[in-house]
């Protein structure tokens, strides 16, 4: 819930969810397929892989890949 950035990936319906979770100073990435109702019934929303990213990946992903959402 409440992502901080969702950012475009190259991969159709595919985005990148960053969410920083206060945990020990650590921050996460959360790759998810999106549903769109282009999709064959029976799709559903899915987690591809969620793994801790380091400070400079982080901001390298904000600073070159184009930013879908942003939370205010």
């Not at 920083?20 to 892989?49: A, H, M």
Request: charged residues 30%; proline residues 3%; aromatic residues 12%.
């Amino acid at each position: 819930q409440e992502p901080d950035y969702i950012i475009a990936t190259e991969k159709l319906y595919t985005a990148n969810v960053l969410k920083r979770i206060e945990c020990n100073g650590k921050s996460y990435q959360l790759v998810l397929r999106i549903y769109t109702d282009g999709d064959p019934d029976g799709f559903q929303n899915s987690i591809i892989t969620f793994m801790k990213i380091n400070e400079k990946e982080w901001n390298r992903l904000l600073k070159n890949k184009k930013i879908l959402y942003k939370s205010e």
